[in-house]
């Protein structure tokens, strides 16, 4: 809240420079009898890279704060050790494609990049977006704005008295005529906006990986749960349902006596002929 205060009585205008050389930066404002410098460890910045952005964020507090440096429109300059760059001739055979490739040869994840023609070439060249933004934000947070960022190599083909002496008030004073080498526009000043993004291949692979195991196992649920039958379903057998039967009643059957007529019992022989009783016997 307290850099966005700031701000809004800060000029339009750029006043002030950094100079960034390696692990040296020296920085200028207009209203300075002459830079002042600041040494950067390796522990902080190394290849081009920050190492430990925090203390880089601490170190330039601490370095603006023992200069007694107030807060301004600043530019960042970056020494010829800084970039990649590289001319590509006019009339060659597919430049853009060969521009693309060089590009990809950068060894960064996030680039800034220009391309610039000139009398017979096209100047393109690549810097680490991650740490041009950690160094601009570094200032940014104590109150100053950084309204560009810019590659040496290219303004001196702009600008050749910084071939023999690296005169920072020049720059400062040269700053409009060399605004189409900002690396980054002024309306992304405050804004963290990739120019150019390269993919990166591990983190590709391995979410190709975790996305192919997403999909193994959403394919064994369906199996389990929708293809093949539930093995407990097959083993419960239905319960049978229980028909009463009904009570039907037998045939009535009367009981018959035979009757004897008394002349037929009077009739029955009570002796057997000899013959037969020996059988019987």
Do not use: W
């Not at 920050?50 to 203390?55: R, T």
């Not at 600043?74 to 020494?79: P, T, W």
């Not at 990739?194 to 983190?203: G, H, L, Q, S």
Request: net charge negative.
């Amino acid at each position: 809240m307290e850099g966005n205060k700031l701000k809004k009585d800060i000029s339009k205008r750029v006043t002030g420079i950094l100079y960034i050389d390696g692990n040296r930066a020296f920085y200028f404002e207009q209203s300075m009898s002459s830079p002042v410098a600041l040494d950067i460890t390796s522990d902080i910045v190394s290849n081009l890279e920050a190492i430990d952005k925090k203390k880089l964020d601490l170190l330039i507090h601490t370095f603006i704060k023992n200069y007694k440096l107030q807060p301004t429109n600043i530019a960042i300059m970056l020494s010829t050790r800084m970039t990649f760059d590289k001319d590509f001739p006019h009339g060659s055979i597919e430049i853009d494609k060969n521009i693309e490739e060089f590009l990809e040869l950068v060894p960064f994840e996030e680039i800034l990049s220009k391309k610039i023609p000139f009398s017979g070439k096209t100047k393109v060249v690549a810097a680490n977006r991650e740490f041009c933004d950690a160094l601009k934000s570094s200032f940014v947070n104590s109150g100053f704005i950084v309204s560009g960022i810019y590659p040496l190599s290219l303004c001196l083909g702009a600008i050749p008295e910084l071939q023999s002496n690296m005169d920072l008030n020049l720059i400062v004073n040269k700053l409009p005529v060399i605004k189409e080498f900002n690396l980054q526009p002024v309306a992304e000043s405050f804004a963290k906006v990739p120019e150019k993004e390269k993919p990166n291949k591990t983190r590709l692979m391995m979410l190709a990986g975790v996305f192919g195991f997403l999909i193994l196992v959403l394919v064994f649920v369906l199996y389990k749960n929708i293809i093949a039958p539930s093995p407990q379903a097959s083993n419960v057998l239905p319960t049978p349902m229980i028909t009463p039967i009904p009570n039907i009643p037998g045939p009535v059957v009367d009981e018959v006596t035979p009757e004897v007529s008394s002349e037929a019992a009077e009739n029955v022989p009570t002796e057997f002929p000899a013959a037969i009783s020996d059988i019987a016997q």
